[in-house]
C-alpha cells in the first residue's frame, strides 16, 4: 500500500482514536521500573499516532512522501527509526509524570475521569476489531489517555495558582512588559500583475499620516477603500452577465409589472384583513414590552459572561495585535517593530507587500497580565516544564524486554497494519 493511500485509511481507523490505544495480554509488556510493567501496545499505539501525525505535516507542508513505509524518511532519519524512538521516549515520559504526580499529590478529577472513560469507550467501539489485531485493549487505551490529562495538571500544579513554583502576577507583569509588543496594522499585499501599485498605495497612506491622521482612521479608510474595490469588481462581473441576457429582461418586464401589481393588490387586502388583529396585537404587546427588555438584558449579559477574560479586554483596544517577541525571534518585521518610537506611524516592507504600522505602549493595558494570565504563564514555563520533564525520564531506569522490541519494531507493525487494511478494505 502506498503511503497516500495510507494517509486515506489511517484517517479510517488511526486518527480518532490511536492517540488512546494500548496493548492486551497477548502483547506482553514492552519494559518496566520499580516492577511496574509497561504493555506493549502502548509503544505500539504511540507510534501508529505519530506515523499518522508525521503523514499530514508531510503532505500538508508539501514535503516528498516516499512509495513505501521502509524508504520514508522524517528529515534525515528513517521513519521506521524516528517513531520506535519517539515511543521508547514517551514509555519513559509516561512513567516519569506519573510518578511525579503522584509525589505530589496531582490527581485526575471526577470530571476528567468521566471524560476520559467516556473518550475511551468511543475509540474502542468505533475501532475495536483494529486494536484487538494490532494487540491494542481498553486498559492501555485509557493509560494514555490519564497520561495526556496528567501533564497538563502537573503543569497547572507547579506553575498555576496554588502551584508549587507558583508563577506570582508580578512575574507576568514583567514579563509582559519584557517582552510583548503592541501595534496596529495596515497590511498591503503585493499585487502580481502591478509590481508597483502596493508601493502606491502606502505611500498614499503614509501621505495620510503626515497630514495628522490617527492610525484608527487610516484603518477604517483603508477598509473603506479596498471594500468599495471589491464591490467595483462585483459590479463589474455582474453588468457582463447583464449584458449577456438583457433580451431576456426586456420581454420580462411586462410580466414583472403585472407581477408587482397583484403582488401590491394582495399586500392591500392583507393588511386590511390584520388591521384589527395588529391593534389587538399592540395592546398585548405593551404590556410584554418591559419583560422583553428584562429578557434582552439577561440574554446580553449571558453572551458577555460566554466571553473570556481575554476576549473581554481585547474588544477595548480594536485594531490592536499583541505579539511576544521571544515567539518570533529573527522575524525582520518584528524587530523592526521593536525598534519604532510609541506612537509613531511608519512604513515597511516586503516581498509580500507594504505595512503602515504604529507601535503602541504595552503597559497601557494594564488588564493584559490578568486577563491572559494562562497563555503567559505557557508562554513564560513551558521551555522549563519540557526541561524538567527531560530530567525526569532521565531518572527513570527500566529494564527492557527485548523480545518485545524484536516482536513490535516498526516495520513489522506497519506490515501488519498493512495487511489489516487490504483484509478489511470495502
Not at 490529562?149 to 512575574?171: A, H, I, S
Not at 481585547?314 to 511576544?324: A, G, H, L
Not at 510609541?342 to 503602541?360: A, F, M, P, Q, T
Not at 524538567?388 to 527500566?398: F, G, H, N, R, T
Request: glycine share 4%.
Amino acid at each position: 500500500m502506498s503511503l497516500k493511500k495510507r494517509i486515506v485509511a489511517a484517517c479510517a481507523a488511526v486518527i480518532m482514536a490511536c492517540s488512546l490505544v494500548g496493548c492486551g495480554n497477548k502483547t506482553g509488556y514492552i519494559m518496566k521500573t520499580d516492577g511496574e510493567e509497561m504493555a506493549s501496545g502502548v509503544y505500539i499505539s504511540l507510534m501508529l499516532t505519530e506515523y499518522t501525525n508525521q503523514l499530514y505535516t508531510i503532505y500538508y507542508s508539501g514535503g516528498e512522501l516516499a512509495d513505501s513505509f521502509e524508504k520514508q524518511k522524517v528529515g534525515d532519519q528513517l521513519m521506521s527509526e524516528y517513531l520506535e524512538e519517539y515511543a521508547y521516549n514517551t514509555c519513559l515520559e509516561i512513567y516519569a509524570v506519573e510518578k511525579k504526580c503522584k509525589e505530589l499529590g496531582i490527581e485526575l478529577s471526577d470530571e476528567e475521569k468521566e471524560e476520559i472513560d467516556d473518550a475511551v469507550n468511543s475509540a474502542w467501539d468505533a475501532n475495536k476489531d483494529f486494536y484487538e489485531e494490532m494487540g491494542i485493549s481498553k486498559d492501555s487505551l485509557k493509560r494514555i489517555q490519564n497520561f495526556s490529562y496528567l501533564t497538563t495538571n502537573l503543569f497547572e500544579g507547579l506553575y498555576y495558582e496554588g502551584g508549587v513554583e507558583e508563577v506570582k502576577l508580578d512575574e507576568i507583569k514583567t514579563y509582559v512588559k519584557d517582552n510583548m509588543l503592541r501595534y496596529k496594522m495596515i497590511y498591503i499585499k503585493n499585487d502580481a500583475d502591478d509590481q508597483e501599485a502596493a508601493k502606491k498605495m502606502s505611500e498614499k497612506y503614509m501621505g495620510y499620516a503626515e497630514d495628522g491622521k490617527t492610525m484608527d482612521e487610516l484603518i477604517e479608510m483603508y477598509e473603506e477603500e479596498t471594500s468599495d474595490e471589491k464591490d467595483e469588481t462585483s459590479t463589474d462581473t455582474e453588468e457582463d452577465k447583464k449584458e449577456d441576457t438583457s433580451a431576456d429582461a426586456e420581454e420580462g418586464t411586462t410580466e414583472d409589472e403585472k407581477t408587482e401589481e397583484d403582488a401590491t393588490t394582495e399586500d392591500d387586502k392583507t393588511e386590511e384583513d390584520t388591521s384589527t388583529e395588529d391593534d389587538k396585537k399592540e395592546e398585548d404587546s405593551e404590556e410584554e414590552e418591559k419583560d422583553d427588555t428584562s429578557d434582552d438584558k439577561t440574554e446580553s449579559d449571558e453572551e458577555e459572561e460566554e466571553k473570556t477574560p481575554s476576549e473581554l479586554e481585547s474588544e477595548k483596544y480594536p485594531n490592536e495585535y499583541v505579539r511576544d517577541k521571544t515567539g518570533f525571534e529573527g522575524d525582520k518585521f518584528i524587530e523592526f517593530i521593536a525598534g519604532l518610537e510609541y506612537g509613531k506611524i511608519s512604513s515597511y516592507n516586503d516581498d509580500n507587500g507594504y505595512y503602515i504600522v504604529e507601535r503602541l505602549d504595552m503597559s497601557e493595558r494594564t488588564e493584559f497580565a490578568e486577563a491572559n494570565k494562562e497563555s503567559l504563564i505557557s508562554a513564560m514555563k513551558t521551555e522549563t516544564y519540557e526541561t524538567l520533564i527531560k530530567s525526569l525520564c532521565d531518572a527513570v531506569e527500566v529494564s527492557k524486554n527485548e523480545k518485545s522490541f524484536d516482536r513490535y519494531n516498526a516495520l513489522d507493525v506497519f506490515e501488519r497494519q498493512d495487511k489489516w487494511y487490504e483484509k478489511n478494505a470495502e
